[in-house]
């Protein structure tokens, strides 16, 4: 998308500025993403109260974001390109922002977990995480390069993150169902694989909005989604299993 000069060379500035922010704010959310998971990987508990703390950063930088975007409206009564700019840094930075609360979110669970023994499972969370993260950084190189393609991309890339989601889901139920000693350590990373998929549904809508921006309509193909868990059935072990794990001391 091509930018043109405005007379009030101050219009420009302020939409840079903007620009700038949003990316900042992007790159504050990837980063609390990426240490929240090592946090998990570590069973670090400092960087986890870390990941926390930095969270009130992202909350800043969108209300930044958030009285930038009056100020313009106010004062610059934007049309065309640049309303459609302003709408999308308003509407990407509460994206981001919810991506950051994911990310604290997992630095709490990560805490939980410090104190339960590890179990395989945990270790399938880092590639999500990955796939997650490089979801995020091409949105924002997208988002700063006005990419409706590879914005387009990162969208397409929301089914398989989905189908991640999935698989990790229904191995921790297995491991819940086999073993109700590591129920709780389960539950703790159900919700971080969650959240994870989560981020890849922030990606995807910043993707909209970018192919919005640039093109100035709707990606009219049916949006990717993978997430299958809401229609799963749990099944109980059978009783005759049940009772020999009994006599097992299993």
Request: glycine content about 4%.
């Amino acid at each position: 998308m091509a930018k043109h000069q405005h007379i009030v060379s101050s219009y420009d500035d302020e939409l840079r500025h903007l620009n700038e922010t949003v990316a900042r704010m992007g790159g504050i959310a990837e980063t609390e993403l990426a240490s929240a998971v090592e946090a998990v990987v570590k069973r670090d508990r400092a960087l986890a109260e870390k990941v926390i703390e930095s969270d009130a950063d992202v909350d800043a930088l969108e209300q930044e974001i958030d009285q930038c975007c009056l100020r313009l409206f106010a004062l610059r009564q934007p049309v065309a390109d640049d309303l459609r700019e302003i709408i999308a840094a308003l509407k990407i930075s509460s994206d981001l922002e919810r991506i950051g609360d994911y990310g604290k979110n997992i630095g709490k669970r990560a805490i939980a977990l410090s104190h339960t023994p590890p179990i395989k499972p945990q270790f399938a969370i880092p590639r999500m995480a990955r796939m997650a993260q490089g979801m995020i950084k091409d949105i924002l190189d997208a988002y700063v390069q006005r990419d409706a393609d590879k914005a387009h991309d990162v969208w397409e890339r929301d089914e398989e993150l989905d189908e991640m989601y999935n698989s990790l889901f229904r191995e921790l139920l297995t491991y819940m169902m086999e073993d109700p000693r590591s129920i709780s350590a389960c539950t703790h990373l159900l919700f971080i694989a969650k959240n994870i998929e989560r981020v890849g549904d922030h990606a995807t809508n910043i993707g909209e909005i970018i192919h919005f921006l640039v093109h100035g309509t709707h990606i009219e193909e049916e949006r990717p989604k993978g997430d299958t868990t809401s229609s799963n059935v749990i099944t109980a072990a059978p009783e005759s299993d049940l009772v020999a794990r009994s006599r097992d001391g299993t």
